[in-house]
């Protein structure tokens, strides 16, 4: 009869296409005749050379979705907009690949909720989160000791705050370890993304902060590892390629092939570092905003995307992103997260209380 049988077809709707995830991903949507691209979305670049039925280049990304009716969602957007389209897949019960962190992140509380409601499966993306699922799957909460979240610690791990006084966006874009978008580059070598992981992984498995340990593994090979209450600890090793928890999100339960080599472990060392907060603030930030609850994660987040913005304009030196998300965090009202528009009306209030403190122009 040849070829796949219709329904054995999984139908991903990329969200985010243009992107290195998405550009990643539509790698591995070309290498599996088993998934196949229903819709591809960008925020503005053209998606002439991508190969779906529908596509949008900006726009509502919950109307594209309602109209491909996929069986999987790939939010790879990058910040606080991808929330409308996270909420939508998990209130459908759809399967989510979920790259876009941001949007749990803010959403916390309420993505839960609307989890609960719809039945939606997330299935993580971020590499730290799918190896935390991986060494965590098929055991009970009781089992588990604590998370432990592994980091680079980014291009300038090791130095002091006088030595980050004059650092530039290209110096802060030349990750050690990750090819990545410029966001996520730069809230690496701040150890945001590292806080907004913290967050992810406390949303995502439940695990109460004190439980989540950040430790810096330098080479990127160690992608996080569990605890149990044996004494047992499980890892999850592999180079750092994106491709391999795109590939298993889109592909789980079933564990695909990919174009990674494997781990040659005699080449390789391992060693771990403490993160140094008193230099990278912004992971103690993510810890207490997460600590805090309701809106605080919200509050972070888009502080933050602000604050990375103004960097990379050359509005903002290095050290300063912290100070903007630390003082945003300290005059925000911070609500439960009851609604969508609680985190709405949070994210415009950090938007513009981090707007206020940048350097006038
Ligand atoms: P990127 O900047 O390379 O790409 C972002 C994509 O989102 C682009 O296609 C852009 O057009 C699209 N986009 C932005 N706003 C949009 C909107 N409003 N509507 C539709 N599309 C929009 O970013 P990236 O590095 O691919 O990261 C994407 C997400 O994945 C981020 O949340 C990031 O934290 C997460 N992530 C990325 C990596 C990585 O290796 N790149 C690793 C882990 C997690
Ligand atoms: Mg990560």
Redo the contacts with the bound molecule.
Sequence with gaps: MGGPRLDSVKRVAL??????????AIEIVAAHPELELCAA?????PLDDVDAPLK????D?TELLERAQPDVVL?????F??IH?TLWTLAHGIDLAL?????LVAGGERQLATRQAGGGRILP???EHSALAQCLEGRAAEEVHSLVLTGSGGPFRGRTRDELLDVTPEEALAHPT????????V?SATLA?KG?ELIEAHFLFGIPYELIEVVLQPTSVVHSLVRFRDGAALAHLGYPD?RV?ISYALTYPARAATPTPPLDLTSLTLEFEAPDTDTFPLLRLARDAGERGGTYPCTFNAANEVAVAAFLAGRLPFLGIADVVGDALARATGTPARDVEDLLEADREARRLAEQGLPVA
Excluded: F, H, Y
């Design positions: 969200l985010g296409a243009t992107g290195s995830i998405g550009r990643q979305a960008s925020g503005s670049s949008q280049v900006g726009g990304l939010n790879a957007v990058v910040g907009s991808g389209a790259a876009n962190k941001e949007s993306v971020d590499s990750w090819r990545m978008g410029l966001k996520i580059t809230d993304n907004l994106m928890p």
